[in-house]
Structure formats: C-alpha cells, structure tokens
C-alpha cells in the first residue's frame, strides 16, 4: 500500500518539476524547502466513528466551507482508496490522491501536489483510547518544487503547526450537533 503513495508522489512531483523544466536551461537545481509537521486529535468518538471524519467526503462534516473536494474518480464521489479529487487553494489547485484508506489498519494516507508548486504526503493513524475515545495522529511532509513553492511549503507549514487545536474545536462542534454513532445522511 506504501508503494502506490510512492509511485502516486512520484508520478506527480515528476508532472510537476516536468512541467517547471520544460524548456529551461539553467543552473543545477536547488535544494528545496521541506517540512514536516505532526500534531494529535482527540476525538471524542468510537474509531469507527472518528475514521469517517477523516475521509475526504466526510471531511466535509466539519473542515468549513474551504474544504469542498470536486471528486475526478469514483463517482459519486466517496471515501475510498485510490479516489482523486481537486481542491482550490486560493487561485491555486491541487490534485489529491487517497494513496491508503485501511480502516482495518486504521491508517488513511493522502498524497497532493499543487504542479509547480508543493508536492505534500499526510499520514493519518488512529488509535482506539478506549470505547468512546480516538487519538488521530497526523503528519504533513511538505517538499516545495519551485522557489515560488519554498514559500507556499512555510506558510503551509505555518498553518499545519497550528492545525491540531483548531481541528480538535471542528471536531467537536460537530459532533455535539448530532448523536456520536448514529448515521447521518
């Protein structure tokens, strides 16, 4: 499962610095800015309940009106792996994979590159406190392709940093607007 994030990454960081070098002569590429960040969610859920949270569609629940992922593969799009999906940054797209989505595993991972810009890997795992309760660990590793993209890959990195708290509230708030383990359609 590891290697599709692989060749899925590689795949797209290539389309990406392809793209930035075609046609370009110049001196030796530079070292880009790379980033990673980690932070911990608790969710006050069962894990069956909490994984649901994290998956692209129903991230929707409670990621706020930026989070709006235009589904390229499957459709209807749903949570699932290998799904492909677009989100607007701003003026800027990025093309999203969902390179693992184990529910047994209990581990989710995403891979998007914005072309040009960022390429960027985000680990979710899970782990079960106790019949109600879930620690969802996540790790952003941000690698800029471009000197435009070292500053995208900090500000980003910026914001993963404060992301764990604010994530916890969204969470949160969601869920005490509804019955944890009920179903909603």
């Not at 701003?90 to 810009?117: N, S, T």
Request: with cysteine; aromatic share 8%; charged share 20%.
């Amino acid at each position: 499962m590891l290697g599709m994030a692989v060749r899925v990454m590689t795949a797209m960081c290539a389309v990406g610095v392809g793209a930035m070098a075609a046609g370009q002569a110049g001196p030796a590429p530079q070292e880009r800015a790379h980033v990673e960040t980690n932070f911990d969610v608790v969710v006050h859920a069962p894990y069956a309940e909490a994984a649901r949270l994290f998956g692209p569609e129903g991230e929707r629940a409670w990621a706020g009106k930026h989070w709006d992922p235009r589904f390229v593969y499957p459709q209807p799009g749903r949570d699932e792996q290998g799904a492909v999906f677009t989100i607007q940054h701003g003026p800027l797209e990025a093309v999203w994979v969902v390179a693992r989505h184990d529910v047994e595993a209990r581990h989710f991972q995403y891979v998007y590159v914005i072309p040009g810009i960022m390429a960027c890997t985000i680990d979710v795992g899970f782990t079960p406190v106790d019949a109600g309760t879930t620690n969802v660990h996540v790790t952003y590793e941000r690698t800029a392709l471009s000197a435009e993209g070292d500053g995208h890959v900090a500000t980003m990195a910026e914001g993963d940093r404060k992301a764990g708290p604010e994530w916890q509230a969204a969470i949160e708030r969601y869920l005490s607007g509804r019955q944890v383990g009920v179903e909603q359609h």
